[in-house]
C-alpha cells in the first residue's frame, strides 16, 4: 500500500524571487489596487509600519526565504517520495467562470504549462516570472492512477469533487503547481504530480475552513488506502497572508498546525480567507492530512513591501515521520 511520508506547506509568491530592493518598488504600484479589491490598509499606522520597510530589514528578510525555501526543499527530498500531490489553488488558469468547481482533481497522464508571456506580470513582477513559466510550453506527468484513486475515495467518503482528465483548450497548469517544480524544487528530476485544485478565491462556492478540515482527513484515507506501494508527499502551496499581511492569522494558523489542532484550523475565520490569505484553505487542508505525523515551522518571513501594510506573510512547514 502506499505510505504517506509526509509533506510541506510552503509560500509561492513572486516576492520570493523579486531582489530585496524591488519588494518596495512592487508595493508602491500594488497600493492603489488594494482600495479596488475592498481591503482594508493594515491595523498598523503607516508611521509604524515604515520602520518594516528598511533595507536592511528587507534584505535580511529575503534571504530569510531563500534559506527557509532551501530548508524545506532539503526536508522533501529526505521523505524520498515518489510522487507529489499538491494541494493549490487555481486563478482563472485552468478554470474560469464557465465552470468554478469547489474542490477539483486531475486524472489524466499530464499538464501543460503554456506560458502566458511576461507581458502578463507587471513590471516589477517579471523578475520572477522564470519560477513560474518557461519560454515555451512545457509538460509535467502526472500519475492518473493515483488521481482517478482519489476520486473515488473523496466520493465515497462523502467529498463531491469536480474531476477532469483532459486539459481545457488553450489553459494553461496554474502556478501553484508550477512553482513547486520551478522554484522550490529548481533543476531537479521531476516527480510525477497530482493536482488537487480548491477553489479558493472566488464566492460562492470556496470551501470553509471546516470543510476542508474534512477533506484533509479524507485525503489522507484516500492516499493510504491507494493499492501501490508509492511514497507519497503532500504539499500545500500558496499563502499566507497577503496582500495585506496579518501576522496574528499567521501565527495562529501555524501554532494550531504545530499542535495538530484541527478545531481551531476549522474555526478560523472564513470572512479574513480573502485574495491571496484565503490560500490558507490550502494549508487547512493538507494540515488536517498530516494528522499524527510530527510537523514543525520552519520559518515565518513577514515580508512587507509598503506602509499600507501589503505583502506576504510567507510560511515554510514541514511534515515527517512517515514509514522511512
Not at 530569510?64 to 487555481?90: I, K, S
Not at 507519497?232 to 495538530?260: F, K, N
Request: charged letters at 25%; hydrophobic letters at 40%.
Amino acid at each position: 500500500m502506499a505510505v504517506l511520508v509526509g509533506g510541506a506547506g510552503v509560500s509561492h509568491s513572486p516576492q520570493l524571487s523579486i531582489p530585496p530592493d524591488g519588494w518596495r518598488a512592487h508595493g508602491d504600484l500594488e497600493q492603489p489596487r488594494l482600495a479596488e479589491l475592498g481591503l482594508r490598509p493594515s491595523a498598523r499606522t503607516p508611521g509604524d509600519l515604515r520602520s518594516e520597510l528598511g533595507g536592511d530589514l528587507m534584505a535580511a528578510r529575503h534571504e530569510a526565504c531563500q534559506r527557509a525555501l532551501e530548508a524545506t526543499r532539503d526536508e522533501l527530498l529526505a521523505l524520498r517520495p515518489d510522487v507529489l500531490v499538491v494541494v493549490g489553488d487555481d486563478q482563472h488558469e485552468l478554470f474560469l467562470d464557465d465552470i468554478m468547481p469547489a474542490v477539483a482533481v486531475y486524472r489524466g497522464a499530464s499538464l501543460e504549462d503554456r506560458p502566458p508571456g511576461a507581458a502578463e506580470y507587471p513590471a516589477s513582477m517579471e523578475v520572477a516570472y522564470r519560477y513560474y513559466h518557461g519560454d515555451d510550453t512545457d509538460t509535467y506527468v502526472t500519475d492518473p492512477d493515483l488521481g482517478l484513486h482519489l476520486v473515488e475515495q473523496l466520493m465515497d467518503a462523502g467529498i463531491d469533487v469536480g474531476q477532469f482528465s483532459v486539459q481545457p483548450e488553450g489553459r494553461s497548469l496554474g502556478h501553484a503547481f508550477t512553482f513547486v517544480y520551478r522554484r522550490l524544487f529548481e533543476g531537479l528530476p521531476r516527480l510525477p504530480l497530482v493536482p488537487i485544485m480548491l477553489n479558493t478565491y472566488y464566492p460562492p462556492n470556496q470551501p470553509s475552513p471546516a470543510r476542508c478540515v474534512m477533506l484533509g482527513r479524507a485525503l489522507r484515507a484516500a492516499i493510504e488506502s491507494w493499492p501501490q506501494p508509492r511514497r507519497v508527499a503532500l504539499i500545500a502551496s500558496g499563502g499566507l497572508t497577503h496582500p495585506i499581511i496579518d501576522e496574528e492569522l499567521d501565527r495562529r494558523l501555524l501554532d494550531a498546525l504545530e499542535r495538530q489542532d484541527d478545531e481551531d484550523l476549522a474555526r478560523l475565520p472564513a470572512p479574513e480567507l480573502v485574495e491571496g490569505t484565503s490560500e490558507i484553505r490550502n494549508w487547512i487542508t493538507v494540515g488536517a492530512a498530516m494528522h499524527g505525523l510530527p510537523g514543525k515551522t520552519v520559518d515565518y518571513v513577514p515580508a512587507y513591501r509598503s506602509t499600507a501594510g501589503s505583502g506576504c506573510g510567507m510560511g515554510f512547514f514541514i511534515w515527517s515521520g512517515g514509514a522511512h
